[in-house]
């Protein structure tokens, strides 16, 4: 009995404090209310439009980055101690990751050391001429004099000479060498290329100073930059649109005097046509020989025949 008692004292307490512990009627049912009520939509946030870039001031679809020489061609002049087609070829892997960074569609004539022919690096660039591409050749300059040294960059066609001279204008102005200037001159990777088209030579490896900065990996990324920039600000050459030079701000890059040179002939070319030449003359001086030699024989005949007609004649 007294255990019964006991239990039913326990329950009692439990469902009091289950039942005090309940919220109130009025409480709860403005729960409910709050929870069904429908909620306010939230006031769209206002949204920034979108820049658009202007045309003129995006990446050329393609950039054809051609490195000098390569394979069996070392390049330079004859005891030359630093390889020419080793530094073209580094510049020229470098300045392909700076334009990649950049957006541009690189491409290049050769990315590693293999012998690529002047007439398929030009087909290379050409097969580009329609998706507004340019050609972009890094060579290292040599000469028999040691002190010689300085930039060069070189085009042809004056739709080139903007891109040339944004070219040099940055690789001139952050390298520690002189400034030898923009020329015109007919070489054949530049000659005969249908789109803008530069060869910038980017020091003498032939000068000690130069060899050494050619060598180091932190010159040859700021060669790569100075170029890469020069690709990208080509619109802002001076002689561009007005519309141009506004949308940067009325920054523009200057353009390079040049010296013309276009009456040199292209060394690259010069062994095989002093070849073809050496080739043509030996043909001319055999067949003159042989000509020659049938004349003389024709005439030694004619007169062996005048010799053997003349006494007949005075026989008769």
Not at 56 to 64: G, N, Y
Not at 92 to 100: D, P, S
Not at 175 to 190: E, H, I, M, Q, S
Not at 239 to 250: E, G, M, Y
Request: charged share 25%.
């Amino acid at each position: 009995m007294r255990r019964f008692v006991f239990t039913l004292a326990l329950a009692g307490s439990f469902i009091a404090t289950a039942v005090y512990g309940l919220p109130a009627p009025s409480s709860l049912s403005a729960r409910e209310k709050q929870a069904v009520a429908p909620r306010a939509t939230p006031a769209p946030r206002p949204q920034t439009p979108t820049a658009v870039i202007p045309e003129s001031s995006r990446p050329s679809t393609a950039v054809v980055i051609d490195a000098g020489h390569g394979g069996f061609d070392r390049g330079g002049i004859p005891g030359q101690r630093v390889p020419e087609k080793k530094m073209t070829l580094d510049v020229a892997q470098r300045l392909k990751a700076v334009l990649t960074a950049y957006g541009y569609r690189v491409v290049m004539t050769r990315d590693s050391d293999v012998f690529v022919r002047l007439g398929t690096r030009v087909a290379i660039a050409n097969s580009y001429r329609d998706r507004d591409a340019i050609f972009v050749c890094i060579h290292f300059n040599a000469a028999r004099r040691g002190s010689a040294n300085g930039i060069e960059t070189y085009f042809y066609s004056s739709q080139s000479l903007p891109l040339a001279s944004a070219i040099h204008y940055y690789v001139a102005g952050g390298a520690p060498t002189p400034n030898r200037g923009v020329r015109r001159r007919g070489f054949y990777v530049l000659r005969k290329t249908t789109i803008p088209a530069v060869l910038v030579e980017c020091g003498f490896l032939t000068n000690a100073t130069e060899a050494n900065y050619a060598q180091s990996s932190d010159y040859q990324q700021k060669l790569a930059e100075e170029i890469g920039r020069g690709i990208r600000e080509r619109s802002l050459v001076a002689s561009t649109s007005a519309a141009n030079r506004l949308a940067a701000n009325n920054t523009t890059v200057p353009l390079q005097p040049f010296i013309d040179q276009t009456h040199y002939r292209d060394p690259d070319l010069a062994r095989s046509k002093r070849g073809k030449r050496s080739s043509k003359s030996s043909s001319k001086s055999t067949s003159s020989k042989r000509k020659h030699s049938s004349d003389s024989d024709s005439e030694k005949r004619s007169s062996t025949r005048k010799k053997k007609s003349a006494p007949a004649q005075t026989e008769n």
